[in-house]
C-alpha cells in the first residue's frame, strides 16, 4: 500500500524566514512519481512539481527547493525568504506507476508579516 | 486561471438525491482525473478517464460514477447521497495518459453540500 505522511499540520513563521516541509512516503514500487501541490486560501490547487524516483537530484525552481532522498523514502520541500503570498495548505502526493495517486494530510503554513 | 472548468461552483442537495458535476479539461488535454477533498477524509483520487476510457480507480464509492464524452468533457455522477459526500470535488486534465506523466491541471472545485 501507498502512503505519505506530513507530520507537521501548522507551521508559523515570519516573513523572510526559510521553511522546510517534510514529506515521507512510503510504497513498494520500485518506479513511482512524487508531487507537491500549493492549495492557497482561494481553495485552488496548483501543481509545483513532479520527481520520478529515478532522478534524486535535488530542483531548485526561483526561493522554492525540493529535496528528494530515497535513503530515508523522503521529499521535503524548502522556501526560502518565505513571503506572505507562500500561505497556504502544501500536499505531498505519490503515484506508483498506473495505480492510485495518494495525498498526504497537508501543511498549512502561516507567514506572517 | 488553469483552464479547466467544473460546474456548477457550489451545489445544496438534499440526503437520497443525485446530482452531477460537469468538467472541461484544458484544450488539448486528454485526461481527466476527478478528486474528493473533504475534512474527514482530506484529498483523494477518485477516477481517471483518458481519451473517453476509465484508466485508473482510486477511492470510488460505487454510489458514485463518471464518464467522459468524445468532445472529452467529463461528468461525476453522485447518487443516494449522504451527509459525508459533503466535500469539494476537483476535476484535473492532463496530456498523459497515466497517473503520473505529466503535470495536472486542477479546476477550481464544486462544494457540494448535502443537508
Known amino acids: 500500500a501507498q502512503k505519505v505522511t506530513q507530520a507537521q499540520t501548522e507551521i508559523s513563521v515570519v516573513e523572510k524566514e526559510d521553511v522546510t516541509l517534510d514529506c515521507v512516503y512510503e510504497?513498494?514500487?520500485?518506479?513511482?512519481?512524487l508531487f507537491w501541490y500549493k492549495q492557497p486560501p482561494s481553495g485552488e490547487l496548483v501543481f509545483l512539481i513532479r520527481?520520478?524516483?529515478?532522478?534524486?537530484q535535488n530542483e531548485i525552481s526561483g526561493r522554492y527547493s525540493w529535496n528528494f532522498q530515497k535513503s530515508t523514502s523522503s521529499f521535503n520541500f524548502t522556501i526560502t525568504a518565505s513571503q506572505v503570498v507562500d500561505s497556504a495548505v502544501y500536499f505531498c502526493?505519490?503515484?506508483?506507476?498506473?495505480?492510485?495517486?495518494?495525498f498526504g494530510p497537508g501543511t498549512r503554513l502561516s507567514v506572517l508579516p | 486561471d488553469s483552464g479547466v472548468t467544473q460546474t456548477p461552483k457550489h451545489l445544496i442537495t438534499a440526503t437520497g438525491q443525485r446530482v452531477t458535476l460537469r468538467c472541461s479539461p484544458r484544450s488539448g488535454d486528454l485526461s481527466v482525473y476527478w478528486y474528493q477533498q473533504s475534512l474527514d477524509q482530506g484529498l483523494q483520487f477518485l477516477i481517471q478517464?483518458?481519451?473517453?476510457?476509465?484508466?485508473a480507480k482510486g477511492n470510488i464509492l460505487e454510489r458514485f460514477s463518471a464518464q467522459q464524452f468524445p468532445d472529452l468533457h467529463s461528468e461525476l455522477n453522485l447518487s443516494s447521497l449522504e451527509l459525508g459526500d459533503s466535500a469539494l470535488y476537483f476535476c484535473?486534465?492532463?496530456?498523459?495518459?497515466?497517473?503520473?506523466?505529466?503535470?495536472?491541471?486542477f479546476g477550481p472545485g464544486t462544494r457540494l453540500t448535502v443537508t
Open positions: 478517464y483518458y481519451n473517453g476510457e476509465e484508466r
Open positions: 520527481r520520478n524516483s529515478f532522478d534524486e
Open positions: 484535473a486534465s492532463s496530456v498523459a495518459e497515466g497517473l503520473s506523466g505529466h503535470e495536472q491541471y
Open positions: 510504497t513498494r514500487d520500485t518506479t513511482y512519481y
Open positions: 502526493a505519490l503515484s506508483g506507476y498506473g495505480q492510485n495517486f495518494v
